[in-house]
C-alpha cells in the first residue's frame, strides 16, 4: 500500500472528490441580542439550499435547510428562537415599563396616594430609567385610571389592573432571574410599606404582581415579609 493510501487517506481524498455546499438566501434583517457575541448585533435571517458537490462544483440538488439566524459582526449561525430574546435595548425598556406599571398598581390600590407613597414610588421608577418621573405626575395618573370606568381601585385587584399587570409583565418574567422578578415584587412592595401596612387591595394587587412575574404563593408571601424588614 503507497503511503498516505491507507483508509483515512482514501476518506480524505474521498472528502475532496465529494461534498456538500449551502447557498444562503437572505430572506429578512434586523436587531437582536447574539448569543456570540453578547450583545445587541444586526443580522440576518437565512434560508439555504444544500446540493451535493463533485470536485467543489455543485451537482445535484440535496434539499432545503434552514432558517437560520446569521450574525453580522461574528458570522455565528442560531437557530430562530434566538430572536424570542429581547435586545437589550427592548429589555432595558420592558423592565422600565414593568416598574412603572406596578408603581401605579399600588398606588391605584391604595385607594388614596399619600405624599409619602408617591415619593417611594417616584423614587423607584426614576431608578427604573424614568429620570423626569414625578409624584405629582404620578398622582395625576393614577386619578385618571381611576376615572376610566373599566378599573376599580382602592378594592381587590379588579380585571382591568390585572390585564394592565399582567400585560406588562408576562412578556418580561421569562427573561428574568428569579432574583429579578423578586425585585420587582419587592419594590411594588415597598411603595405599599411607604404609608404604613399593607391594605387588604395592596396584598391583593402584589399578589396579582407576583403571579405575573411566576412567583409563587409561598414566594409571595415570604418576600412581602421580608419587605417589612429594614435593610
Known amino acids: 500500500m503507497l503511503p498516505g493510501r491507507g483508509r483515512n487517506g482514501q476518506a480524505a481524498s474521498a472528502a475532496r472528490l465529494l461534498g456538500t455546499r449551502t447557498a444562503w438566501t437572505p430572506v429578512g434583517d434586523g436587531e437582536f441580542f447574539c448569543p456570540g457575541c453578547g450583545g445587541d448585533r444586526n443580522y440576518q435571517r437565512l434560508t439555504g439550499r444544500r446540493r451535493f458537490t463533485l470536485l467543489g462544483m455543485p451537482v445535484l440538488p440535496r434539499g432545503e ?3 437560520v439566524v446569521e450574525c453580522a459582526a461574528c458570522k455565528s449561525h442560531f437557530g430562530t428562537d434566538v430572536l424570542d430574546h429581547p435586545t ?3 429589555f432595558s425598556a420592558m423592565l422600565r415599563d414593568a416598574v412603572h406599571t406596578v408603581a ?3 398606588l391605584a390600590a391604595g385607594g388614596t396616594c399619600s ?3 408617591l415619593e417611594a414610588a417616584a423614587c423607584t421608577v426614576r431608578g427604573a430609567g424614568f429620570d423626569d418621573c414625578t409624584e405629582d405626575q404620578l398622582g395625576a395618573l393614577v386619578d385618571a385610571l381611576a376615572a376610566d ?3 376599580v381601585f382602592g378594592e381587590p385587584c379588579g380585571a382591568g389592573l390585572a390585564i394592565e399587570l399582567h400585560e406588562a409583565l ?3 418574567a421569562p427573561h428574568l432571574a428569579p432574583g429579578g422578578r423578586e425585585s420587582i415584587l ?3 412592595a415597598r411603595i405599599a410599606l411607604a404609608d404604613g401596612p399593607y391594605t387588604p387591595a395592596e396584598r391583593d394587587a402584589l399578589a396579582t404582581v407576583g403571579a405575573a412575574l411566576t412567583i409563587c404563593a409561598d414566594d409571595v408571601t415570604r ?5 417589612r424588614t429594614p435593610s
Do not use: I, S, W
Not at 418576600?223 to 419587605?227: E, G, P
Open 223 to 227: 418576600l412581602l415579609v421580608a419587605a
Open 115 to 117: 405624599r409619602t407613597a
Open 88 to 90: 437589550t435595548t427592548r
Open 65 to 67: 435547510t434552514g432558517p
Open 149 to 151: 370606568t373599566g378599573r
Open 170 to 172: 408576562d412578556p418580561l
Open 186 to 188: 419587592l419594590q411594588g
Open 104 to 106: 401605579l398598581a399600588v
